[in-house]
């Protein structure tokens, strides 16, 4: 590349930083907070800081408050209220979401037979991470916060395959089985005690930049149980509480409660060769 074309190259970089609507923090930043936040709630593992005293235990908060401040601030300017007052808020709502994450934990350790325990669901499990870190994700961005939620949720979309949009409304007791390759929309709105397997979509019927606004994406309600890589489509789809969508079905139209849906196989023998 000769020289001008170096420049110009280098100009039109610059030109379009400037652009940029938003700063924000670092993906490893962002991830650094996730797993100290969970690490902090859940002391589990050995490489945790073990909480044997109330000093330890506000040394650790104190450190995640600067944490979180620290990823607001680039985005000060785009904040609907001052960094530090939505770190507060965030805060004082964490209590909360601990309770919510302890009910998703023992829905998962009551409802698979696999597991050994709540620690190991804690500590272990993909579908724990991605709903822990969804949770998180839709607190920040009920507070007005811009981009991290999302880029939250897509961190842990990358270690987990499980894909939640930190708008979705999720209930309490939610089971993500396996997870690999789940897909919870923006709108989605999910009720209590609700258990998810590998694969599922719960999605839009199709895609336009016109429809940002609207519900695209399916209710499911309480206690429904949805079968690996079944997928259910559509902003006005809602699957009636204490219904079971089995493996690989395709929904796009409302069902009533207690419903059982299947997808149908088809078996051939092939006729013997002689």
Request: glycine fraction near 8%; include cysteine; charge should be negative.
């Amino acid at each position: 590349m000769n020289q001008e074309n170096k420049e110009n190259f280098f100009r039109r970089i610059t030109e379009q930083n400037q652009s940029y609507r938003y700063r924000i923090p670092s993906k490893a930043q962002t991830g650094r907070f996730l797993h100290d936040l969970i690490d902090f709630l859940f002391p589990i593992s050995q490489d945790c800081t073990q909480y044997d005293n109330a000093d330890k235990i506000f040394h650790s908060y104190e450190g995640l408050n600067n944490q979180l401040g620290c990823l607001l601030k680039p985005l000060e300017a785009s904040l609907p209220k001052e960094s530090v007052q939505i770190t507060e808020d965030f805060f004082a709502q964490l209590p909360a979401i601990f309770e919510l994450l302890l009910q998703d934990a023992q829905a998962i350790t009551e409802n698979d037979p696999a597991s050994v325990g709540v620690e190991e669901v804690i500590a272990v499990y993909p579908g724990f991470l991605a709903i822990a870190t969804y949770r998180i994700a839709h607190l920040l961005g009920n507070l007005g916060v811009p981009l991290i939620p999302r880029m939250l949720t897509e961190y842990a979309h990358g270690l987990t395959g499980i894909d939640i949009h930190p708008n979705a409304q999720i209930g309490h007791s939610f089971f993500i089985d396996h997870g690999t390759g789940v897909v919870i929309g923006e709108t989605t709105i999910i009720g209590n005690h609700v258990m998810i397997y590998q694969g599922v979509t719960l999605g839009a019927t199709h895609v336009a930049k016109s429809l940002a606004a609207q519900k695209r994406h399916p209710t499911i309600e309480d206690g429904v149980v949805i079968y690996a890589n079944a997928t259910i489509l559509g902003g006005k789809t809602v699957i009636g509480h204490d219904s079971i969508i089995g493996g690989n079905a395709w929904l796009t139209k409302s069902i009533p409660p207690y419903s059982q849906v299947f997808h149908q196989s088809s078996i051939e023998v092939k006729p013997q060769i002689a």
